[in-house]
């Protein structure tokens, strides 16, 4: 156990609905980062929290949005869901912004059928 | 243009023969290389941090060293249990503290 905790593991939907991915991060730390691994792209970095602000995005698409609640926990929110979207969907922590590495989670595996 | 580039993409090895993975970068104002395995299925798993040019680092079986312009990660006498992805990744002075993954080298070790 990472103490980066991702619910639910598992998620299946349709085309064109909204889900919403929760993280919890390691206890102390205070930035959050998510990222989207697919087969082809390898793992992509789509943005990042630092005491519930927004600090750095990367390859996010506008149908996803995240925020980073005062008790650090994060959601990622993904809309109008597509095809393309199915992938491991994973969360990190870190004590600072990240220059020392840091700690994922196991993931959520989302399935768009 | 990729920033981080690992090869080979996949490694077969027979249990017991050592060999090295490559993760080459091209950023300019490198913070830091990092190193990772993952599993299936399974999130990555932090391995190494090196930081400066000749800066090596070991952990049982596994061997990180750095270069101005690539990583090496030695694998020594690998066991099966060895099996993963591993994963490299740059912060650079660009990055915002992000970590910007290569592709990763799937290895397979046989018994």
């Known amino acids: 156990d990472s103490g980066v905790t991702q619910t639910p593991k598992h998620l299946i939907t349709a085309t064109g609905q909204r889900v919403t991915l929760r993280c919890s991060p390691r206890?102390?730390?205070?930035?959050v980062y998510w990222y989207q691994q697919s087969l082809d792209q390898g793992l992509q970095f789509l943005i990042q929290y630092y005491n519930g602000e927004e600090r750095a995005k990367g390859n996010i698409l506008e149908r996803f949005s995240a925020q980073q609640f005062p008790d650090l926990h994060s959601e990622l929110n993904l809309s109008s869901l597509e095809l393309g979207d199915s992938a491991l969907y994973f969360c990190?922590?870190?004590?600072?912004?990240?220059?020392?590495?840091?700690?994922f989670g196991s993931g959520t595996r989302l399935t768009v059928v | 243009e990729d920033q981080v580039t690992q090869s080979p993409e996949a490694l077969r090895l027979q249990e017991g023969e050592s060999s090295s993975l490559n993760c080459s970068y091209t950023v300019s104002g490198l913070r830091g290389l990092f190193w990772y395995r993952q599993d299936p299925g399974k999130g990555p798993e932090f391995l190494f941090t090196?930081?400066?040019a000749g800066e090596e680092k070991e952990k049982e079986r596994l061997k990180a060293t750095l270069t101005k312009k690539e990583s090496f990660l030695h694998i020594t006498a690998p066991k099966p249990e060895d099996s993963a992805t591993y994963l490299c990744?740059?912060?650079?002075?660009?990055?915002?503290?992000?970590?910007?993954f290569g592709k990763g080298t799937k290895l397979s070790v046989k018994p």
């Open positions: 206890s102390g730390d205070l930035s």
């Open positions: 090196l930081y400066s």
């Open positions: 990744a740059v912060v650079y002075r660009g990055s915002q503290g992000n970590l910007i």
């Open positions: 990190a922590s870190s004590v600072d912004r990240g220059a020392y590495g840091y700690t």
